[in-house]
């Protein structure tokens, strides 16, 4: 259902709820290229996804868990990947998925919040800058309307001066036809509410199928993604808001099912995209990694060191990227978390700038502006 205050609402995004508590956020672009970041909220284990049976100190870490990789499809000499994750391990296959592992925001401390602040501003300390890096790279590409939103709140990564307009799904029943038309003819004379209201309607459209019952699993969140990233003059970039990462008990069996819907996810939109898959990269970044040894209640802690994933057709994938730094005691980041080998904003700033022909220099000083490294990764995007 449409109110006013669902489309006067800030942001360029749509969000429905999932199985695992999905948000989802869309913008327009003049592009051909199709771009999708889906966030984890809650510090997402990289070990427990990605995990480095090759270490000789993996097992005695990580205990319990590690039974996880027992049959665990390896990727490399080095790295296997979750059993649950059968669609990325296909997308690997297929040299379409990329890994970066020991990978960290410049965030160093372990709230949930100041984290995920960092990693959707591209600052280098929470809440120092008051935009996100997602809607400064919309500033970067050539754009011909307003961005579209669905969703009742923007998630800060798209937050910022481009201006956009947005769509909330509601529990409450939907609006007749009548009702519509009447709304539509009462803005009419309305130059600025006019011009919401029709794109409003416009996205209604488009989410009539796949919104309904709020898409209530990953996997419909994926399709509804891919069906408004498809479809003739529609959004071209995404965010995907996940939550239930913070598996401080009993992980095993939460993280498997957590993995599970975002491939399921994954694999939506990749069948939904059909040919477009060809230009697409996906992006899955979480704000922190967990501590290397498990907890007392069979779960990890707040870490610092995770893992990114680069998905798609337009990745020149089939790699596991890794300046490994180790799991014995010694090696780690004070005394307890994966110690980070590449900065998340490098790895960011890199996929885009490759993705959408930017200037990596260009791009890094508006998206990251306090990038202590000038480094960038080649060859994230298929010739």
Same mark, same amino acid.
């Given at each position: 259902?449409?109110?006013?205050?669902?489309?006067?609402?800030?942001?360029?995004?749509?969000?429905?709820?999932?199985?695992?508590?999905?948000?989802?956020?869309?913008?327009?672009?003049?592009?051909?290229?199709?771009?999708?970041?889906?966030?984890?909220?809650?510090?997402?284990?990289?070990?427990?996804?990605?995990?480095? /049976?090759?270490?000789?100190?993996?097992?005695?870490?990580?205990?319990?868990?590690?039974?996880?990789?027992?049959?665990?499809?390896?990727?490399?000499?080095?790295?296997?990947?979750?059993?649950?994750?059968?669609?990325?391990?296909?997308?690997?296959?297929?040299?379409?998925?990329?890994?970066?592992?020991?990978?960290?925001?410049?965030?160093?401390?372990?709230?949930?919040?100041?984290?995920?602040?960092?990693?959707?501003?591209?600052?280098?300390?929470?809440?120092?800058?008051?935009?996100?890096?997602?809607?400064?790279?919309?500033?970067?590409?050539?754009?011909?309307?307003?961005?579209?939103?669905?969703?009742?709140?923007?998630?800060?990564?798209?937050?910022?001066?481009?201006?956009?307009?947005?769509?909330?799904?509601?529990?409450?029943?939907?609006?007749?036809?009548?009702?519509?038309?009447?709304?539509?003819?009462?803005?009419?004379?309305?130059?600025?509410?006019?011009?919401?209201?029709?794109?409003?309607?416009?996205?209604?459209?488009?989410?009539?199928?796949?919104?309904?019952?709020?898409?209530?699993?990953?996997?419909?969140?994926?399709?509804?993604?891919?069906?408004?990233?498809?479809?003739?003059?529609?959004?071209?970039?995404?965010?995907?808001?996940?939550?239930?990462?913070?598996?401080?008990?009993?992980?095993?069996?939460?993280?498997?099912?957590?993995?599970?819907?975002?491939?399921?996810?994954?694999?939506?939109?990749?069948?939904?995209?059909?040919?477009?898959?060809?230009?697409?990269? /996906?992006?899955?970044?979480?704000?922190?990694?967990?501590?290397?040894?498990?907890?007392?209640?069979?779960?990890?802690?707040?870490?610092?060191?995770?893992?990114?994933?680069?998905?798609?057709?337009?990745?020149?994938?089939?790699?596991?990227?890794?300046?490994?730094?180790?799991?014995?005691?010694?090696?780690?980041?004070?005394?307890?978390?994966?110690?980070?080998?590449?900065?998340?904003?490098?790895?960011?700033?890199?996929? /885009?700038?490759?993705?959408?022909?930017?200037?990596?220099?260009?791009?890094?000083?508006?998206?990251?502006?306090?990038?202590?490294?000038?480094?960038?990764?080649?060859?994230?995007?298929?010739?």
């Amino acid at each position: 259902m449409f109110t006013r205050r669902s489309f006067v609402a800030l942001g360029a995004s749509a969000i429905v709820s999932s199985g695992l508590g999905a948000k989802m956020v869309l913008a327009r672009a003049n592009t051909e290229r199709r771009f999708v970041f889906i966030i984890q909220r809650g510090a997402a284990d990289g070990l427990g996804t990605l995990a480095p /049976v090759g270490d000789p100190a993996f097992v005695a870490q990580r205990g319990l868990l590690a039974q996880d990789f027992v049959n665990a499809p390896k990727l490399d000499s080095m790295f296997a990947l979750h059993p649950s994750m059968t669609t990325v391990n296909g997308l690997y296959r297929a040299k379409q998925a990329l890994f970066v592992h020991a990978v960290a925001s410049p965030y160093r401390d372990r709230s949930h919040f100041d984290g995920q602040n960092v990693l959707e501003t591209g600052g280098s300390a929470a809440y120092a800058l008051k935009d996100g890096w997602l809607n400064r790279l919309l500033s970067l590409l050539p754009a011909d309307e307003k961005a579209i939103a669905l969703a009742a709140t923007i998630p800060m990564a798209l937050r910022g001066k481009v201006e956009v307009a947005s769509y909330a799904p509601s529990a409450l029943p939907d609006a007749s036809d009548d009702l519509l038309a009447r709304v539509t003819a009462m803005y009419q004379g309305d130059p600025q509410l006019h011009a919401v209201w029709e794109q409003a309607t416009a996205t209604r459209m488009l989410t009539s199928d796949m919104a309904a019952d709020n898409g209530r699993n990953a996997a419909a969140t994926g399709s509804l993604a891919a069906k408004l990233l498809a479809a003739e003059g529609g959004a071209r970039i995404a965010m995907i808001e996940t939550g239930g990462w913070d598996t401080h008990a009993q992980q095993r069996g939460r993280l498997g099912a957590q993995l599970k819907g975002l491939d399921a996810m994954i694999g939506a939109i990749q069948s939904g995209l059909g040919p477009l898959w060809a230009n697409t990269m /996906v992006v899955v970044a979480t704000e922190f990694g967990r501590t290397v040894k498990v907890n007392g209640t069979q779960g990890t802690d707040h870490g610092t060191g995770s893992m990114a994933m680069l998905l798609g057709g337009a990745v020149n994938g089939g790699r596991v990227v890794a300046d490994w730094p180790g799991l014995s005691d010694a090696a780690l980041y004070e005394g307890r978390d994966l110690k980070p080998t590449v900065g998340l904003d490098t790895v960011l700033n890199s996929a /885009v700038a490759s993705h959408f022909d930017l200037l990596p220099v260009r791009s890094a000083a508006k998206l990251f502006p306090d990038m202590r490294s000038a480094r960038v990764m080649g060859d994230l995007v298929r010739a």
